[in-house]
């Protein structure tokens, strides 16, 4: 991507953050490296189903696309208009949903995919109804092969204690080169109670 287009991306980006506020994750578009980072458990060397949750404008689906194997399937969801037909531009060979995280059930079902090898959020989750949250990580207790829960994060740290009252083990990778800096938690093993709400962020 050139440099006028990358401005121009992060002007709307930054258009969509000033209407939607914090049901957008971050400020800036995710940067190639912090893309890069979200692709940790993608294997080259064999077929996967991928499922992304919140492409956006479609960073992290791009840099999925150029890593995994030729014959994987990669779903992408979206639920903004606009940011999924930047998506489908940006990457014409994936499967970009418009649809809510809601309906993660009924969009694999319709697919015929029962299970996914790996399971990429980058969806605000702190800023989600507590019920969504419950429904995702539902979803990926019951669907997922590599039990590893892949999440984005524009604020280092700061949510490690949210995803340790979620998860038994919680891997923090700190993405410096991303402006600003930023991250992706690799999460493993949900709690007991997890599903308990008075656990689960959102609101």
């Known amino acids: ?16 953050f000033l209407t939607h506020g914090r049901k957008i994750a971050s400020v800036t578009p995710s ?19 991928i499922l992304e949750l919140g492409s956006g404008m479609g960073p ?5 696309s150029r890593c995994m194997h030729p014959e994987s399937r990669l779903i992408a969801m979206e639920i903004d208009p606009d940011l999924h037909a930047m998506t489908m531009r940006r990457c014409p060979d994936v499967d970009v949903v418009l649809a809510s995280a809601e309906e ?22 702190p800023s989600l109804p507590r019920e969504v949250n419950r429904r995702v ?11 590893v829960f892949t999440q984005i994060t524009q604020i280092p740290w700061l949510y490690q204690s949210m995803y340790k009252k979620i998860f038994h083990q919680v891997e923090f990778q700190l993405v410096t080169r991303n402006l600003p800096p930023a991250g ?10 997890y599903a308990d ?6 609101k």
Request: charged share 30%; with cysteine; proline share 3%.
């Open 1 to 16: 991507m050139n440099r006028e287009a990358a401005i121009g991306n992060r002007l709307r980006w930054a258009s969509k």
């Open 31 to 49: 940067s190639r490296w912090l893309s890069q980072a979200m692709c940790r458990d993608i294997d080259r060397s064999r077929p996967q189903i």
């Open 60 to 64: 992290v689906t791009e840099a999925i």
């Open 104 to 125: 993660i059930d009924q969009i694999l079902d319709d697919r015929g995919i029962q299970t996914v090898d790996c399971f990429l959020s980058c969806l605000p989750t």
């Open 137 to 147: 990580l539902d979803v990926w207790s019951r669907r997922c092969h590599s039990k």
């Open 184 to 193: 992706v938690y690799h999460c493993m093993e949900l709690r007991e109670d």
């Open 197 to 202: 709400l008075a656990r689960l962020p959102g």
